[in-house]
């Protein structure tokens, strides 16, 4: 799952998403799209970014944090408690640059998430796809710039990994009861009769895969769901069908498998 951003220039007026992508195809990539920051790590990484493109790219670096981690959607301010050296950059054709992550705060007793955005700039940016758009009987000139944005996790001093999943009437209920983000991965809900191998379960939990086998098996499929400490989710499965998943914390754990009986 790869996080991405797209830029559109739209007589000169630059409008810009980022969101989670199962494929993202930029101009500009990372070498490390998630990182993470433990109590045991040096508060400074590394990054190197490269240019996919034929031509030139120019690129400005923005940090956000994460203002409040257990709202229906996420938001996000401008921080400077991480700063990125450099702040602005250009990458030759084919080329890469590294910058340099700094965490100026240490850790702290709760897990903080930034994201780093790096966005292509109209000025001087000159490669992405260009299409003509009609709108009131003019044609307006499109430009799809694609940039990238990172997520930088800092964990806490004292990590804790505490994950409820249960069933009720609305399908797997999840509570994450930990100081720290959990991710379930891509999963599968198959009728009773139906049992996943070893093989099978991993299948279920990978996007490029899950669909053909959801669909020779008569199964399901769930999605990822990502859980902040505190936070909630209900992921909706079949009355009378057994859940196949698997669960990790942080970002740089070992997934575990989980199996929900009916």
Known sequence: MRYGCVFLILSSTLIGSCLMLEHATAQVNVSGIIQTFTSKD?????????NSSDTPIYVKVDVEQATDLLAESTTY???TDLLVSPKNLSIGPRG????RLLLKQPVADQERVFRVLLIPQTTEFESGEKKVVSK????????????VGM???VEPRTVVTELSIIKDSKGVVISNKGNVQALISP?????????????EQFLASKIKTQAALVKEKGCVATPTTRLYAGANATISIPSGYRWYAK????????YQPVVLEP
């Open 247 to 254: 669960k990790r914390f942080s970002s740089y754990g070992e």
């Open 136 to 147: 009131g009987g003019r044609n307006l000139q499109l430009q799809v710039l694609t940039g």
């Open 77 to 79: 301010a401008p921080s």
């Open 187 to 199: 999963g599968a809900a198959c009728p009773v009769n139906v049992a996943l191998t070893d093989e």
């Open 96 to 99: 890469q640059r590294a910058i």
């Open 42 to 50: 040096r508060p400074v990484r590394n990054v190197t970014v490269t």
């Open 151 to 153: 997520l930088i996790f």
